[in-house]
Each structure stands twice: as C-alpha cells, then as structure tokens.
C-alpha cells in the first residue's frame, strides 16, 4: 500500500517536474527569437485547386516591402506578424495568409489563394473574376481559369474587386454557384450571355442552341425541365434542330426551329 503510493507521489511529480522544464525550454525559445533577426523568408502557397494568380517571388516581394527599412534581416521583435497578414489579405487574389516564425528564425508565410467561380466581362469591355466566396478578383496576365465566362449588356461600376455590386451580377453568381454543384450542368455551360431584356442566356459546349433561363430563381425546376428535354427529345431531334430552348415560363418549354 505504501509502496503504490510512493509510486503514485513519483509519477505525479515526474509530471509537474516535466511541465517545468518544458515551459523553461519554451520560454527561453520564446526569449532567443526575440531577440534574433530573420533568417529569410520561405513561402507555401497552396496550388490545390489549380490556380496560380499568385506566385513565391512575388509573395516574397510584398512581404519585404513591409519590414522595417525593407530589410529581410529586421529583429524579429521588430515584425508585426498580424500586420503583414492583414497587408496580404488586402490583395483581392489571397483569401488567408499565416505568417510564423520558426526556431531558426526563418519567417515562413503560407498562402491560400481564392477560387475563381466565373469571369465577367461587362458591357464597358471591363473584365474580371468573382470568387467562389463573391469577391470579385482582377484578371492576371499570367493566368487564365478555366471558368464559365459571362458578357453582354452587364451594367455595374467597373471596379475589379470587392463585393458585387449589380443586381444582374448577383444572379450571374448564383447561377454559377448552381452549375458547380451540378457536375453535368457544369460541363456543359461555358459561356453566359445577358441580352437586351436582362435574361440569362447559356451557351452549351454541345449543340448550337441557346437556353434562354430568364432570372436566377428556380434553377431547379428550370434546369429539371431542360435535364428532360436532352433525355427525351434530343436523341430524336438532333442537337442543332433547335435555334433557342426558353426555360422561363413555369411548367413548359418554348422552343424557335432554325
């Protein structure tokens, strides 16, 4: 019985005696890069997804430009880690930056970038992305997403980031946002064209038609209807029989023969 405790008294301060010497380690890790400079800079930028707006140099850049006098070797205790997060952020391609420090004094930046949803080409010939999250993002001259692209008479305020702003804009989003959860549906609009009376035209990679969707609400039932017509009438017609499908009247399909 004595024994059992004496164990029991042994482990309970080889614990307490084990949190010491850890919190002691990290203290004077803690206090060591404090008062270092910075190694360099590493940067990991994720390309998951297949986007590349972003880049390592340039990241390496901005970064740079922000230390103290633009010096890469700055104290540590000099650099304003959640500052710099916040600078990267601003840039409309970056969606989260986490800046770090590790034990070398290596200041490591790890980048996630946002998703391109669609590009939008406005009526004023202005282009730019709107994110998986409605940001709207500038075109990179280094990188094209392959992503539906909307034209036509798009009317907003010409500015490539931010939230969107139109109305019209806002439908082109929550169409897109429906496509991609659609995997036939998404690989088979490419391109959506706003005509002169605001309705939302697809353009199909399949067939010479044009669906003629109206607004955004009710995509289900619309595109419900339009899943029927290519099952059931399409292997009997032929895909260029048809000039244009119009889905915006409720419980029917209008269609224009060539």
Known sequence: MQLKKYKTLYIFLAWVLGGI??????????????????????????FSKGTHFVDENGIRKIITEQL??????????????????SYLEMNPHIENAELYFDFN???????TQRTPLLRVVNAQNISYYISEEGQKMPV??????????????????NK????????????????CRYLKTNEFLNALIEQIYVNTDSD??????????RIVL??????ESKFKKLTIF??????????????????KYANQILCTRR
Not at 105 to 111: S, V
Not at 214 to 219: K, Q, R, S, Y
């Open 21 to 46: 010497l850890f919190s002691t380690m990290l203290l004077k890790s803690r206090y060591a890069l404090n008062t270092s400079v910075c190694s360099g800079i590493k940067v990991k930028i994720d």
């Open 68 to 85: 103290p006098n633009r010096n890469v070797n700055s104290a540590v205790k000099d650099i304003n880690l959640q500052k710099l997060e």
């Open 105 to 111: 004094g290596k200041l490591w930046a790890e980048i």
């Open 140 to 157: 990179s001259d280094d990188f094209s997403a392959r992503v539906p692209v909307a034209t036509g008479y798009i009317n907003d305020n």
């Open 200 to 209: 939302l035209v697809l353009i199909p990679k399949i067939g010479k038609q």
């Open 214 to 219: 109206g607004n955004a609400d009710d995509l």
């Open 160 to 175: 490539t980031n931010g939230n969107i702003d139109a109305p019209i804009v806002h439908q082109i989003y929550n169409l």
């Open 230 to 247: 290519y099952e059931q009438a399409m292997p009997y017609v032929g895909w260029n029989t048809y000039q244009t499908i119009n889905l």
